[in-house]
């Protein structure tokens, strides 16, 4: 059973620009969400994908959109990028069912915005 | 307003001592509840979780207790080791699958 993974580790961007992120959960795991890290802070809820669709969302504007693939892998794509974007964002997956309230992340991917 | 609150935002212990870590909520509908631990440049690894309905779970060196009327949550770890050193989570979950609550971390020094 692999774990989660993300790419790229890290990225470096301009204000105004669009990134996307990718994610590929753990084998099995219907759900995956992702979180945004401030530095000094918690992960903060972004949204949450279950079975391609989204299945719930945190406080971050429309610009913050995501997809989510049969295949396990989902991707964070971020437009018009900002400064305070600028953090380390996370995946976890989670398998339905018993244990599904325990979410396995990857490593995150810390992005910088110029 | 932060719903899930760690206050101690650092806690140095020695190698062999006990290590507790706190937690706090304001939202008595959680139903599950969840620590991680966080190496730098690393995501976060799950440790224990412990349901509403539970007061103790435990799983080796740690153990988790939750105090539901005070809305206060902890985890021991027993005996401490220097490779405990890292950011430790709390986390809180409404029903069995959504969004996880994070407080803030407390950063845990266990010195040799």
């Known amino acids: 059973e ?3 993974t993300q790419s790229p580790t890290h990225l470096i961007k301009t204000r105004g620009q669009q990134v996307t992120l990718r994610c590929s959960s753990q084998s099995g795991h219907n759900t995956v969400s992702w979180y945004q890290q401030a530095l000094g802070q918690g992960p903060q809820f972004i949204f949450q994908y279950y079975r391609e669709e989204e299945n719930g969302r945190g406080n971050f504007p429309p610009r913050f959109s995501g997809l989510q693939f049969p295949n396990y892998s989902s991707e964070l794509n971020v437009n018009a990028l900002e400064l305070d974007d600028s953090a380390l964002y996370l995946c976890a997956s989670s398998p339905t069912g018993v244990g599904g309230e325990t979410q396995y992340f990857g490593p995150g991917t810390r992005l910088l915005v110029l | 307003d932060q719903q899930v609150k760690q206050n101690s935002p650092s806690l140095s212990v020695q190698e ?80 069995s699958q959504g969004n996880l609550i994070f407080g803030k971390g407390t950063k845990l020094s266990v010195k040799p």
């Open chain 2, 16 to 95: 062999g001592r006990i290590s507790i870590l706190n937690c706090d909520y304001t939202n008595s509908m959680f139903d599950y509840f969840l620590w991680y631990k966080k190496y730098p440049a690393e995501g976060p690894t799950f440790l224990i979780s412990i349901s509403s309905i539970k007061d103790k779970n435990e799983d080796g060196r740690f153990t988790v207790f939750l105090n539901k009327s005070a809305k206060h949550l902890s985890l021991h770890i027993v005996p401490s080791q220097p490779g405990d050193s890292a950011v430790y989570f709390c986390a809180a979950l409404r029903g």
């Open chain 1, 2 to 4: 692999t774990g989660v």
